[in-house]
């Protein structure tokens, strides 16, 4: 028999949910590939740390860009590869999957997904949103008539829902996560200090300084990158204040998202929301503080899951065996 599978298909990392087993596997969603030949030469963490270190012939490609396949063939190569990892499949049977995908996306983008779900060796493939899913995952019971608010925060985008009744009542999904704050931290670096840094430093940054709030004794770091004016190696160091000030404009689009939401929402929702707090979910909400920055702008209790990272990929098994127990019932 093949066993169901739960998929996080994130911008940044995959991660894969077997029934019975829990999360098996997470990776970088990055493909190493030889532009000369078009050969897949590495997948995932193999793939990540070629990143910004490859020969002009090997190019290291993310293949999902905001949440959503930017390239079709190289996703589709990058799952086939990752399910034959896992060994799921049965003797004549293939996985049933479960994918999850930001609120915002189009049918094209939808159908893409589904596709290349199918393509790598999946049976009958769901797609869910992520939100809702992420919720299932850090716990919440969403099949009740409450409101429940997910803020979940990843690479490629944030999505922010309010659940009730097993289903999303209000939404938005920006385009703005942990790979934008990654690109603001460079970019602030490089106008400062007139350093060049690559993708893995400004990641390394976000996860040692990252900061949504201001602090009184910012720790600080050494960063080494390639000085704009001569084109040497350089070394310069940075403080939590500054990493503040590079993320501050990013955090504060997606609260505004956040407030648009609530905004939206019928009262009695709201009033359920103010007793249960919102939930934050996603690689981005271990930032330092940002549970605070939110509980500050949107005057509610905020809490981070447990284990944000594996919340999308958890919830999309959860879900899986959820309603294989209804068709059971049928």
Do not use: W
Request: one cysteine or more; a negative charge; glycine letters at 10%.
């Amino acid at each position: 028999m093949a066993k169901d599978i739960g998929i996080d298909l994130g911008t940044a990392n995959v991660l894969i949910y077997v029934q019975g087993k829990g999360i098996v596997l997470n990776e970088p969603s990055v493909v190493a590939v030889d532009t000369k030949t078009n050969k897949v030469l590495a997948v995932g963490s193999e793939a990540y740390r070629m990143v910004g270190r490859t020969p002009s012939n090997i190019r290291a490609i993310r293949p999902l860009k905001d949440g959503v396949i930017s390239d079709f063939d190289v996703t589709q190569e990058m799952l086939s590869y990752f399910i034959g990892k896992l060994s799921v499949k049965g003797f004549m049977s293939k996985p049933n999957i479960m994918i999850c995908a930001p609120t915002n996306i189009t049918e094209i983008e939808r159908k893409a997904i589904i596709q290349a779900a199918e393509q790598s060796g999946g049976g009958k493939v769901y797609l869910e949103y992520e939100p809702k899913v992420a919720a299932i995952g850090a716990g919440l019971d969403i099949f009740k008539p409450r409101g429940n608010m997910v803020i979940d925060m990843g690479g490629g985008t944030s999505d922010i829902a309010i659940l009730s009744l097993g289903d999303i009542v209000s939404s938005q999904s920006i385009r703005m996560a942990g790979d934008k704050m990654n690109s603001d931290i460079a970019s602030y670096i490089k106008n400062k200090h007139g350093l060049v840094i690559g993708e893995h430093t400004a990641e390394k940054i976000k996860m040692e300084l990252g900061t949504a709030l201001r602090v009184d004794d910012p720790e600080t770091m050494d960063v080494r990158g390639r000085d704009v004016a001569t084109g040497m190696p350089k070394q310069i160091t940075v403080n939590e204040n500054e990493i503040e000030e590079a993320l501050h404009d990013t955090l504060e689009q997606i609260v505004s998202a956040a407030v648009n939401v609530l905004e939206t929402i019928p009262p009695e929702l709201a009033s359920d929301i103010i007793d249960r707090g919102i939930m934050l979910t996603g690689g981005t909400s271990l930032l330092k503080g940002v549970d605070q920055l939110f509980s500050a702008r949107l005057k509610v209790p905020v809490v981070v899951s447990q284990d944000p990272l594996d919340n999308v990929a958890k919830g999309a098994g959860e879900m899986l065996e959820r309603m294989q127990k209804t068709e059971r019932k049928k």
